[in-house]
C-alpha cells in the first residue's frame, strides 16, 4: 500500500514513456514486500529536476538518455568508476547527498556472461559513444582484447585511447570483424528498424557470439542475421535487465528477484 512513508525512486529521460523500467522495478518491490514506488519522470530542465529531487527526497533515480552525461555537473559526488566512463546511470540519495554511479557496465557483463566468458576473447565493439564506453571499462576489468568499429574515426580514437584498446577500424572491415570472437553493437543501429544492420551480414560468422545491446525489437536483424549463420546470440534485453538489478540492489539494500524482472521486461518487448 503506498502511504506516507513510501519511499520514491524514478527514472529521468527525455522522452521517457516507454521505459521499461517502471514495470520492472515496481514488480520488484512488489514481490519484495517493501514500500517503495517507482515512477517515470520527463525532464527537460534537468538542474531544476535535481533540485526537486533532493528537495523532495526522493530515494533513487534512474537517469536515461539524454541526461547521463549532463548529470555530472548537478550532483554531489560521483563514484570512480562512472567517473572513468564519464556517465551515470543511477543515483542514490545518501541523507540528502546524491550519488552517482553507472550499473551499465555491470550489466553488459552478466549479459555476456550467461553465453560467453570474454577473459582473452577478441571482441568487436560497433560503434563508440556512451554505452560503447561503459561496456569498454567492463571488458578492460575481465580482460578482453577490445577492438572498435565506428562511423567516426575520431570518436574511436578517443575511446582506444582511454580505455588502452587494441586498435580501431571501419564498419566495413570484413577480415577484421570476421575474425573477432564476440561482436557486440552499441549503436542505436536497428532499434525500431527490423531492416537495418550496424555491419555487413558478410562480417558475422558461425563461431561468433553476437550482442545486440538494442532490445526494441527484441530480435533486431543483426541478430536475425547472427542465428541464420549458426552463431549464438545475446539479446539486449538481458543488460537491461542485469543493469536494473543491479540499481534495485543499490536503490533498496537487497537483492530482487530476478526472474519476475525478466517476465515483466518480456511482457513488453
Ligand atoms: P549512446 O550514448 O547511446 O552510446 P551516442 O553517444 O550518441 O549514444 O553514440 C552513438 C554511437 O552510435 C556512435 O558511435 C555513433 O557513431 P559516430 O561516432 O560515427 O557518431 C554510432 N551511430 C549512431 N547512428 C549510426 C549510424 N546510422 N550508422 C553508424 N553508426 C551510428
Not at 517502471?22 to 514486500?33: L, R
Not at 542465428?227 to 545475446?234: E, P, Q, S, T, Y
Request: net charge positive; with cysteine.
Amino acid at each position: 500500500m503506498i502511504d506516507a512513508k513510501t519511499k520514491v525512486c524514478c527514472i529521468i529521460g527525455d522522452p521517457v514513456e516507454h521505459s521499461l523500467s517502471p514495470a520492472m522495478h515496481n514488480a520488484a518491490f512488489n514481490a519484495a514486500g517493501l514500500n517503495f514506488i517507482y515512477i517515470a519522470f520527463r525532464v527537460a530542465n534537468l538542474r531544476a529536476a535535481i533540485e526537486g529531487v533532493k528537495s523532495l527526497g526522493i530515494a533513487g533515480i534512474s537517469v536515461t538518455v539524454p541526461h547521463k552525461v549532463e548529470i555530472v555537473n548537478y550532483i554531489d559526488e560521483i563514484d570512480e568508476i562512472a567517473q572513468k566512463i564519464g556517465a551515470v546511470n543511477t543515483i542514490i540519495n545518501k541523507k540528502g547527498k546524491l550519488l552517482g554511479m553507472n550499473t551499465d557496465w555491470i550489466g553488459a557483463l552478466k549479459a555476456l556472461s550467461d553465453t560467453v566468458d570474454v577473459k582473452g576473447k577478441k571482441v568487436g565493439l560497433i560503434g563508440a559513444g556512451g554505452a560503447a564506453r561503459a561496456i569498454s571499462y567492463g571488458l578492460t576489468q575481465k580482460r578482453a582484447q577490445v577492438y572498435v568499429f565506428n562511423r567516426t574515426i575520431s570518436h574511436a580514437n578517443q575511446l582506444l585511447s582511454d580505455f588502452h584498446l587494441r586498435e580501431n577500424s571501419s564498419l566495413t572491415d570484413l577480415k577484421l570483424l570476421r575474425s573477432m570472437d564476440v561482436i557486440i553493437n552499441t549503436t542505436s543501429v536497428g532499434m525500431q528498424n527490423e531492416y537495418e544492420l550496424p555491419i555487413p551480414p558478410e562480417a558475422i560468422t558461425s563461431q561468433q557470439v553476437v550482442f545486440d545491446i538494442v532490445y526494441i525489437p527484441k530480435e533486431t536483424k543483426l541478430l536475425k542475421q547472427a542465428k541464420k549463420v549458426g552463431a549464438r546470440v545475446i539479446y539486449g534485453y538481458k543488460m537491461l535487465l542485469h543493469q536494473a538489478v543491479e540499481q534495485f540492489k543499490l536503490f533498496t539494500g537487497i537483492d530482487p528477484d530476478i526472474d519476475i524482472m525478466e517476465k515483466e521486461l518480456l511482457l513488453h518487448t
